[in-house]
């Protein structure tokens, strides 16, 4: 079993960054692809950015590109995700998450963490002027 607990969120003024970070603890042994999600009011949590812990390839979703990153730690079990350029349309439940050894479906196609993964509580950002 892994548990991931999640750090950060709040609320910001648009135009401003914030960052979020996930601590994993349990069974990190497997190599484990670790991402974040967000599903905004009355809509489906979406994926934002994956990769596996120990790098390579990423996804990361148009609509964040070029606004989010992912930053990893994996000597700590640790991931965060910046937040730049915040826009009113980005408020929302954010969730990490984390599945071991699927392939190439962390960086490719879509990753929705089956029965196998792990999620985060959620932390709210809020984006408002």
């Known amino acids: 079993q892994v548990q991931l607990v999640e750090s950060g969120g709040g609320s910001v003024q648009p135009g401003g960054s914030l960052r979020l970070s996930c601590a994993a603890s349990?069974?990190?042994?497997?190599?484990?692809?670790v991402g974040w999600f967000r599903q905004a009011p009355g809509k489906e949590r979406e994926r934002l950015v994956s990769v596996y812990l120990t790098g390579g390839r990423t996804y990361i979703a148009d609509s964040v590109k070029a606004r989010f990153a992912i930053a990893l730690d994996p000597a700590k079990n640790m991931w965060s995700l910046h937040m730049t350029r915040l826009r009113p349309e980005d408020t929302g439940m954010y969730y990490c998450?984390?599945?071991?050894?699927?392939?190439?479906?962390?960086?490719?196609?879509?990753?929705?963490?089956?029965?196998?993964?792990?999620w985060g509580q959620g932390t709210q950002v809020t984006v408002s002027s």
């Open positions: 998450a984390a599945e071991p050894q699927i392939g190439e479906r962390c960086y490719s196609g879509s990753w929705y963490p089956s029965a196998a993964g792990y």
């Open positions: 349990g069974d990190t042994r497997r190599s484990m692809c």
